[in-house]
């Protein structure tokens, strides 16, 4: 099974700040990749997916990039209700595989 | 909408049955999947099926033990496990997938989840 790498695992940022997250795959995944955000006792909401094409309905202040091995979630000016935790999904090799998550906390 | 119900405390080795009842959309048009969240850990991607019923795809960790079906004449996917493990334990997600069939797609519409305990 393809292994998805994200980091960092848990980082602290401010509202307004604009924060990155990145995802690796152990081998390339094209860009069938979704990122998906979940808050605490709520069901994971897809953000986007394709790599970059962004979910009907989510804002756009987030954004996707990358193909291959190597993908990114960006957040370009971070909203309280934004303080979640992010998987990324690869979608091109059966099983699918989630990365460990990101936990995005306020500082 | 999707609610899922039937997740309860299992011993080891025992049986429980999942549901996850969909409103709001047409379900046969769709793949559905289960996906679990295990405490202190990552999303872990479990079963999926066709539109239609016909297709289903499982992780390696619940192959032969889990088996995932829908009614579509009831609006109702269901994920029936036996010879459950501690490594079940875990909170079980129902997903809807963008696509009519296959496993390879995104989830763009998730349940809150039930959960199964697996404890002697």
Request: include cysteine.
């Amino acid at each position: 099974a393809i292994r998805m790498t994200q980091s960092p695992s848990s980082f602290s940022a401010s509202t307004g700040d604009r924060v990155t997250i990145t995802c690796r795959a152990s081998q390339t995944v094209s860009s069938y990749l979704a990122w998906y955000q979940q808050k605490p006792g709520k069901a994971p909401e897809l953000l986007i997916y394709a790599a970059s094409t962004l979910q009907s309905g989510v804002p756009s202040r987030f954004s996707g990039s990358g193909s291959g091995t190597d993908f990114a979630l960006t957040i370009s000016c971070l909203q309280s209700e934004d303080f979640a935790t992010y998987f990324c999904e690869q979608y091109y090799s059966y099983p699918p595989t989630f990365g460990q998550g990101t936990k995005l906390e306020i500082k | 909408q999707l609610l899922e119900s039937g997740g309860d405390l299992a011993q080891p080795g025992g049986s429980l049955g999942l549901s996850c009842v969909v409103s709001g959309f047409t379900f046969s048009s769709y793949a559905m999947g289960w996906v679990r969240r295990a405490p202190g850990k990552g999303l872990e991607w479990v079963s999926s099926v066709s539109g239609s019923g016909a297709t289903t795809y499982y992780a390696d960790s619940v192959k032969d033990r889990f088996i995932i079906s829908r009614d579509n004449s009831k609006n109702t996917l269901y994920l029936q496990m036996s010879s459950l493990r501690v490594e079940d334990t875990a909170l079980y997600h129902c997903a809807r997938s963008v696509r009519s069939s296959g496993w390879d797609a995104a989830f763009d519409l998730w349940g809150q989840g039930t959960m199964v305990t697996v404890s002697s």
